[in-house]
C-alpha cells in the first residue's frame, strides 16, 4: 500500500475529514484560538516545565559545545517508511508489525448465530482498541529514539528535543481521551445497523425466509473502522515526521 506523507495543517487532518465525512464529528466545532485552547490543557506541572524551558532558551548561558551527532537522512527516512509500512499492515491484513509484537486478530463481517447484541461489538472493540495501543506504543518509542538522536546535536535540535517531550507529555492524556472516542462511535454506529437487522431477522422468522446475512452492512463498517486507524496512524506520526524534519535538514545533500 502506498500512501502520501502526511502534512499537517491546524484543524486539519485525515483523521478529522474522515471522521467528519462519516458524520462522526463536527469539523467545524473546533475552531476555537489553538494557543489558548493549549494553555487550558496545560496541568500546573507542565505549565512549568514549559515555563522552566522557555526560561532556558530566553536566557542562554554558556555551555561547551557538543559535536553534532552524523545523521544519515535516508536511513532515517527508510526506517520510518518501514515502521509506517508494517503499522499499516497489522491494520489492513493483521500481520504482527515486529518480532515480539502480538497479531492482533482480524474481526469477521458475519456474525455467529445467535446474535448476542451485548457482546456482538466486542472482536471490533478489541480490534480497535489493540491497534491504538500497539500504535501508541511503537510511535513513543521511535519518538523517544529520535530525540535522543537530536539531543546529541545542535543546541536548537537538543532545545526541541526537550519541547517535543514536554509536549508529548502535555497532550498524552487528552489525546488519549480523544483517540478513544473513536471506538465508542464505531460502536453507536454498529449498535444502530444491528438493530436494524435483528428486525430484518425477526421478519425473515415470521415469514419462513433465509436469515438475511451481517457481511452487506458489517463489511463497509470494518473497512470505514480500518480507514479511521490509518488516518489516526498518520496522526501519530505527525511528531516523528517533524523531528525527522529536524535531523536531517541540515544535513541532507545539496541538489
Do not use: C, Y
Not at 536548537?156 to 517531550?165: E, F, K
Amino acid at each position: 500500500m502506498t500512501r502520501v506523507q502526511p502534512r499537517a495543517r491546524l484543524h486539519s487532518s485525515e483523521l478529522l475529514r474522515f471522521l467528519a465525512s462519516q458524520g462522526l464529528v463536527d469539523a467545524t466545532a473546533d475552531a476555537d484560538d489553538v494557543g489558548q485552547r493549549l494553555g487550558d490543557w496545560l496541568h500546573f506541572r507542565h505549565a512549568i516545565a514549559l515555563q522552566t524551558f522557555i526560561g532556558e532558551v530566553d536566557q542562554p548561558v554558556a555551555v561547551p559545545t557538543r559535536p553534532t551527532a552524523r545523521v544519515d537522512g535516508a536511513v532515517l527516512r527508510q526506517r520510518f517508511a518501514e515502521v509506517r509500512t508494517a503499522l499499516e499492515q497489522s491494520i489492513t491484513e493483521g500481520s504482527a508489525p515486529a518480532p515480539g509484537m502480538a497479531r492482533i486478530e482480524q474481526p469477521l463481517a458475519e456474525l455467529d448465530h445467535p446474535i448476542d447484541p451485548k457482546t456482538a461489538f466486542d472482536p471490533f472493540r478489541r480490534f480497535a482498541l489493540g491497534h491504538q495501543r500497539q500504535m501508541e506504543q511503537v510511535v513513543k518509542g521511535l519518538r523517544g529514539q529520535l530525540r535522543g538522536m537530536l539531543d546529541k546535536g545542535t543546541a536548537s535540535q537538543r532545545q526541541l528535543a526537550t519541547l517535543d517531550a514536554i509536549f508529548e507529555n502535555v497532550l498524552l492524556d487528552r489525546e488519549g481521551r480523544l483517540l478513544g472516542q473513536i471506538p465508542l462511535a464505531f460502536e453507536k454506529r454498529f449498535a444502530k445497523a444491528l438493530q436494524q437487522h435483528m428486525q430484518q431477522l425477526l421478519q425473515a422468522a415470521e415469514a419462513d425466509e433465509p436469515a438475511p446475512r451481517t457481511t452487506p452492512w458489517l463489511a463497509p463498517l470494518l473497512e470505514d473502522l480500518r480507514s479511521a486507524l490509518l488516518a489516526e496512524l498518520d496522526l501519530r506520526l505527525q511528531p516523528v515526521l517533524g523531528l525527522i524534519e529536524a535531523l536531517t535538514q541540515d544535513t541532507s545533500p545539496q541538489q
